[in-house]
């Protein structure tokens, strides 16, 4: 347990309906990650935040997903109108404040599966 | 962000020694070396960083030349829990230090 909490797990959804996704990071860290991560893959870069502001996001963020960080803390990950490609694992890392620690802490991940 | 390149796939059996070589030839200077190791259904997770020469903790040693075009990760006496995905990333650790993963090494170690 590398104290990154995901949730759901698994979630499975029919194209079209939304999800949201919640990541709990470590409490100390101030830097937020979102991956995704399909099949035989390595993890795509999402989003980043440091503390509440999203500094990041990459251009496979399409306009139907959208994260938020309200308070610095928790994390939500939200996929509007899903589509059988979204389909894969949603990663959630975190950091320390200090930028002379290098280490990601993951989370588990949460599985979707858009039917 | 320099662009990695590693073996898809490696064998091993258990007690051996694996060497995993990550070609990174456009390392800028500075960037840092980490590989990450991967489980089915987990995240990854960070095992070793280095900048040069060699690096060692309780897991894995980590070889750098002095081109630093690339790296060397190497596993002791491997078990078979051992058996997982290793990613060898480069990058600098600006503040955001966003990790580019590619598709790592597939590492099976056999009884």
């Known amino acids: 347990d590398t104290g990154v909490s995901q949730d759901p797990r698994h979630k499975i959804t029919k194209r079209g309906q939304n999800v949201t996704f919640r990541c709990d990071p470590i409490?100390?860290?101030?830097?937020l990650y979102w991956y995704r991560q399909t099949l035989g893959q390595g993890p795509e870069f999402l989003t980043y935040f440091q503390n509440e502001a999203q500094l990041e996001k990459s251009r496979l963020l399409s306009d139907r997903f959208s994260a938020e960080r309200p308070k610095g803390s928790f994390s939500t990950l939200e996929i509007q109108r899903t589509e059988q490609g979204d389909s894969a694992m949603y990663l959630c890392?975190?950091?320390?404040?200090?930028?002379?620690?290098?280490?990601?802490?993951f989370g588990s991940g949460t599985q979707l599966s858009v039917l | 962000l320099a662009k990695t390149t590693q073996p898809i796939s490696m064998d091993s059996y258990e007690g051996q020694e694996v060497n995993i070589t990550c070609s990174h030839n456009n390392i800028a200077t500075n960037d840092y070396i980490t590989w990450y190791q991967q489980f089915p259904s987990q995240g990854p997770r960070f095992i070793i960083q280095?900048?040069?020469t060699k690096v060692t903790n309780e897991v894995a040693s980590l070889f750098i030349p002095a081109d630093r075009k690339s790296s060397t990760l190497s596993l002791p006496r491997v078990s078979l829990s051992d058996t997982a995905v290793y990613y060898c990333?480069?990058?600098?650790?600006?503040?955001?230090?966003?990790?580019?993963f590619g598709s790592g090494t597939r590492l099976l170690v056999r009884p």
């Open positions: 890392a975190s950091r320390a404040r200090d930028t002379s620690n290098e280490k990601l802490f």
């Open positions: 990333l480069v990058g600098e650790m600006d503040s955001s230090y966003k990790l580019i």
């Open positions: 280095g900048y040069k």
């Open positions: 409490s100390e860290h101030n830097r």
